[in-house]
């Protein structure tokens, strides 16, 4: 069995990657559990405090993954969060295409219900795409939101991460101010509306039409306007503009294909104090050479044991000759 990150965590499958690191199903031997762990280098002083400002967040709501722990193994450190094992409302989106509106107006109302508790905290998310809006596996039943991904995210009146004028966030999704002013939730809002399009149509945020026939088309143009003083001003204030068109129950199963939120992860090992196979965190080459070397053992195994099997075929032969 592989040494476990910093004597905590035991990384399985790698569920996520991004310019600041790499997300991996784990095993918390601390606290006997499993959750996602966000791996990180401390190869620059930025990313070194982007990982204290995450360690810090400590927003307590359904429908948020904080980072809850943390440890530090040589030159990586590693956030741990919640686990959520229904991957994003990017692969939802992949897996069945646009859709139906009342589903989206749930998955928004979730979001934005998250996002009024991040703002309440005093921080702007600045990154609000489908990859960071997770969901438990709920099947075609009503969907279940947790924002993730804090690592671009900054405090109201604290020191920038990043210089005026460089970009943040993914583009398509990031409001126009974002890296030129103060950050403010209608930030926030513009990523909303333009994830909630981006549902309704399937499209890429650049693909986006201007007229669309779902009811939610005027209120997500609204959000995604260009002039923040034409955004609602608040994530209480969105949701309540969204409120008259969310349902009570769950009309998309009419649809000839509803929405279904699958398992993404692996089951968890049937004894959690002794997980199977868990991984380190190595150079991409070597843990491909690794590969390659089991993979050449295997494929001699296999030919010793058919070598072994027609020998012993041609002496029963002989004997029975």
Same mark, same amino acid.
């Given at each position: ?11 399985? =499958? %790698?569920? !996520? ?37 995450? %360690? ?12 809850? !722990? ?15 094992? !229904? ?11 646009? &859709? ?30 489908? $990859? ?30 990043? =210089?005026?004028?460089?970009?943040? !966030? ?50 997500? %143009?609204? &959000? ?10 608040? $994530? ?20 000839? =294909? ?14 959690? $104090? ?37 020998? &012993? ?9």
């Amino acid at each position: 069995m592989a040494n476990p990150f910093a004597g905590r965590y035991d990384l399985h =499958e %790698q569920i !996520g990657s991004g310019g600041m690191g790499s997300v991996w199903r784990a095993y918390d031997r601390k606290h006997d559990t499993w959750v996602a762990v966000k791996v990180l280098t401390q190869s620059e002083a930025g990313t070194l405090l982007r990982f204290v400002r995450e %360690q810090s967040l400590r927003v307590r709501h359904p429908h948020v993954v904080a980072p809850h !722990g943390w440890a530090a193994d040589d030159d990586h450190i590693a956030l741990s969060m919640d686990l959520v094992r !229904g991957g994003s409302a990017a692969t939802l989106l992949g897996d069945h295409g646009p &859709l139906p509106e009342s589903y989206v107006a749930v998955v928004l109302d979730q979001l934005l219900d998250g996002l009024a508790a991040i703002h309440r905290a005093g921080v702007v998310h600045r990154d609000i795409k489908p $990859a960071n809006i997770l969901l438990e596996p709920t099947a075609s039943d009503r969907p279940y939101v947790r924002v993730s991904d804090f690592g671009v995210a900054t405090r109201v009146g604290e020191p920038r991460l990043t =210089e005026r004028g460089h970009k943040v !966030g993914t583009p398509g999704y990031v409001a126009p101010e974002a890296a030129s002013a103060d950050p403010a939730p209608p930030a926030d809002l513009y990523g909303v509306g333009v994830v909630g399009r981006v549902l309704l149509t399937g499209l890429d945020p650049d693909q986006l039409p201007d007229r669309h026939p779902s009811r939610l088309w005027p209120l997500l %143009q609204q &959000l995604s306007a260009t002039d923040p003083a034409a955004r609602p001003q608040s $994530a209480e204030a969105a949701r309540g503009l969204l409120a008259r068109f969310v349902p009570t129950g769950q009309p998309w199963l009419g649809d000839p =294909e509803p929405p279904y939120v699958f398992e993404q992860l692996t089951q968890d090992a049937d004894d959690p $104090a002794h997980p199977a196979h868990p991984a380190t965190v190595v150079d991409a080459d070597t843990d491909s050479d690794t590969g390659n070397r089991q993979t050449t053992l295997r494929v001699v195994m296999a030919a010793s044991f058919a070598l072994a099997a027609i020998l &012993l075929v041609i002496v029963l032969v002989l004997l029975l000759v």
